[in-house]
């Protein structure tokens, strides 16, 4: 249905910020007709949640980033974004890009069926 491609990751020290960007190519409906989400892995960890988006405008997010990340979409470009302030150490992972046709509920990663291959984020003490 998607082809999603991730970047922007890297590493910085604690404190600092990073923006993620997701670039969808669709082949079914419109990018704006799509849930989409970021989740992350770390190391020895399940994927979590981090923030998601439906095609509404509304928006989730985790408790461990509230006030700390923003995720918002850009439908004419086909892309999704994650600004990331504040990173702690425990940010640390790796952060993918999902999508589906629809509504999410829980944008956990059971609801999702398009993912990117990924982007390391390494926030240093």
């Known amino acids: 249905e998607a082809q999603l491609v991730e970047s922007g990751g890297g590493s910085v020290q604690a404190g600092g910020s990073l923006r993620l960007s997701c670039t969808v190519t669709v082949y079914r409906l419109t990018f704006a007709d799509y849930c989409m989400g970021w989740l992350r892995q770390a190391p020895g960890k399940e994927r979590e949640r981090v923030a998601g988006?439906?095609?509404?405008?509304?928006?989730k997010y985790a408790d461990s980033v509230k006030g700390r990340f923003t995720i918002s979409k850009d439908n004419a470009k086909n892309t999704l974004y994650l600004q990331m302030d504040s990173l702690k150490p425990e940010d640390t992972a790796m952060y993918y890009c999902a999508a589906i046709r629809g509504y999410c509920y829980s944008f956990e990663q059971y609801e999702f069926n398009n993912w990117g291959p990924g982007t390391q984020v390494t926030v240093s003490s």
């Open positions: 988006i439906n095609p509404d405008g509304s928006i």
